[in-house]
T-cell receptor, first 109, second 113 residues
């Protein structure tokens, strides 16, 4: 079966750095996505990785290792507004998105 | 900016009612999707469509049907609402093979009483 694992919840301090991990087992691979979802709102696109390595976009970076079935989202200089759920999703061989259950990130002052 | 608009933000319906959830996108996307999202379960795909009048079952289609008569509009129908269909419903759209993945609507929180 297809499976995406990410931690259920993480806590970090304002101004710090946090890394949210995602491991996956899917039938084929055509890219990995990270989305941010604030409570009660729709998910919004953060990043896309299809090749191995690190993609940096401001305070957010995303890393991919296809051989290990592993990705992480790195958030730097955390702000209170970063409190949200972070969803990892993999596009499989049928170009369907397979979703993880999401990681709820709590930022403390 | 791509916009995906869902007709209602909150809905309360009675058990056994027929419920229509509407979704409209304005960027000529080929693909449209309906998900439900429940705590701890993540996003689960109900139905999707790759073209007008075309539909495919997702992971949890039971109790639902869909309609796509026009490219921009994708409707989700609960034929006879039940309490276990109380959930957040999210519509999304995309181009084929897009690096942006999906664009989501703001969601409809449906409560069936």
């Amino acid at each position: 079966g297809q499976n995406i694992d990410q931690p259920t919840e993480m806590t970090a301090t304002e101004g710090a750095i946090v890394q949210i991990n995602c491991t996956y087992q899917t039938s084929g691979f055509n890219g990995l996505f990270w989305y941010q979802q604030h409570a009660g709102e729709a998910p919004t696109f953060l990043s896309y990785n299809v090749l191995d390595g690190l993609e940096e976009k401001g305070r957010f970076s995303s890393f991919l290792s296809r051989s290990k079935g592993y990705s992480y989202l790195l958030l730097k200089e955390l702000q209170m507004k970063d409190s949200a759920s972070y969803l990892c999703a993999v596009r499989d061989s049928n170009y369907q998105l397979i979703w993880g259950a999401g990681t709820k990130l709590i930022i403390k002052p | 900016d791509v916009k995906v608009t869902q007709s209602s933000r909150y809905l309360v319906k009675r058990t056994g009612e027929k419920v229509f959830l509407e979704c409209v996108q304005d960027m000529d996307h080929e693909n449209m999707f309906w998900y439900r999202q429940d705590p701890g379960l993540g996003l689960r795909l109900i139905y999707f469509s790759y073209d007008v009048k075309m539909k495919e079952k997702g992971d949890i289609p039971e109790g639902y049907s869909v309609s796509r008569e026009k490219k921009e509009r994708f409707s989700l129908i609960l034929e006879s609402a039940s309490t276990n269909q109380t959930s957040m419903y999210l519509c999304a759209s995309s181009f084929d093979s897009s690096w942006e993945g999906y664009t989501f609507g703001s969601g409809t929180r449906l409560t069936v009483v």
